[in-house]
């Protein structure tokens, strides 16, 4: 069964930085793409960030040049590193998995960013 853990989040400040951490279980993460995305209230999931199993990156507009993803195949961890956060960036981040037979996400971790 594949199971994703999300950490990381929290209450930071207009400005300040959070890295979110995603563990994984079973042997899929190396041959896995990875992806961040986030929920706000009364908005649609949306991706902020995703990285191909050779490390190719992506990221939404909205946040490129702040946010940086990246992964370590040996620890199964995906890891989302945000700087200069905003209070737009309030939502709920969900870490996603596509090994190649499905879609499997995580329960999500809340970023708050007061102003």
């Known amino acids: 069964q594949v199971h994703l853990v999300e950490s990381g989040g929290g209450l930071v400040q207009s400005g300040g930085s959070l890295t979110l951490s995603c563990t994984a279980s079973g042997d899929f993460f190396r041959f896995s793409a990875m992806g961040w995305y986030r929920q706000a209230p009364g908005k649609q999931r949306e991706l902020v960030a995703g990285?191909?199993?050779?490390?190719?990156?992506n990221y939404a507009d909205s946040v490129k040049g702040r946010f940086t993803i990246s992964r370590d195949n040996a620890k199964k961890t995906v890891y989302l590193q945000m700087n200069n956060l905003k209070p737009d960036d309030t939502a709920v981040y969900y870490c996603k998995a596509d090994p190649g037979f499905g879609d499997f996400w995580g329960q999500g971790t809340q970023v708050t960013v007061s102003s």
């Open positions: 990285i191909m199993v050779g490390g190719t990156t």
